[in-house]
């Protein structure tokens, strides 16, 4: 059981928009930023969000992040085939002194 | 450009140890704070442990704490992580990423696999 919840799975068809949420408690979300990950099958993960909301260079602005009290939400607009593979929240938790992250969410594109 | 590749890995019997090297290039190596991320096989990504730039301060995941040690040598740009009296859960795929001040986890590398197995 992952500190940060959320949904397992997630789908979208091309062009549409997605949306995967990331529940939390005081002591991460509530309280610290919230960094998102995207893990392409059989690759490393990649920062694609990181302090609730910024995009590094180079991740499209079909990505897009937020936060509201203890939860935050990835938002992929305009959804391509390549966007398929495991979405991950993450966050500093103060209460554990570490980094928590979200089980995972896969992303199909139908 | 940013570059980090593990090493280390290996099959190893329950309790045995093992030790992990992260070699870091293309950044200020010592300006940086490093952790190690582990995925099972098939599962999630599970953080480990956290070391700050000068290696003072060192943070542990519960599951490993007492068990696995986190340190680095700025002097070689190399992060390690010593594993001992390793258990079948310990099974994964150990990534080391840089710790970037409100960025989280910015860079990665592509990981070593560790199998705990008799």
């Known amino acids: 059981q992952s500190v940060l919840t959320q949904p397992p799975s997630a789908s979208g068809t091309p062009g549409q928009r997605v949306t995967i949420s990331c529940s939390g408690s005081?002591?991460?979300?509530?309280?610290?930023?919230v960094n998102w990950y995207q893990q392409l099958p059989g690759t490393a993960p990649k920062l694609i969000i990181y302090r609730n909301n910024q995009r590094p260079s180079g991740v499209p602005d079909r990505f897009s992040g937020s936060k509201s009290g203890t939860s935050a939400s990835l938002a992929i607009s305009g959804l391509q085939s390549e966007d398929e593979a495991d979405y991950y929240c993450?966050?500093?938790?103060?209460?554990?002194?570490?980094?928590?992250f979200g089980g995972g969410t896969t992303l199909t594109v139908l | 450009e940013v570059q980090l590749v593990e090493s280390g890995g290996g099959v190893v019997q329950p309790g045995g140890s093992l030790r992990l090297s992260c070699a870091a290039s293309g950044f200020t190596f010592d300006d940086y704070g490093m952790h190690w991320v582990r995925q099972a096989p098939g599962k999630g990504l599970e953080w480990v442990s956290l070391i700050s730039g000068d290696g003072g301060s060192t943070y542990y995941a519960d599951s490993v704490k007492g068990r696995f040690t986190i340190s680095r040598d700025n002097s070689k740009d190399s992060l390690y992580l010593q594993m001992n009296s390793l258990r079948s859960e310990d099974t994964a795929l150990y990534y080391c990423?840089?710790?970037?001040?409100?960025?989280?986890?910015?860079?990665w590398g592509q990981g070593t696999l560790v199998t705990v197995s008799s």
């Open positions: 005081s002591s991460n979300i509530g309280s610290k930023t």
């Open positions: 990423a840089n710790d970037v001040p409100n960025w989280g986890l910015a860079y």
């Open positions: 993450a966050a500093w938790d103060n209460s554990l002194n570490g980094v928590v």
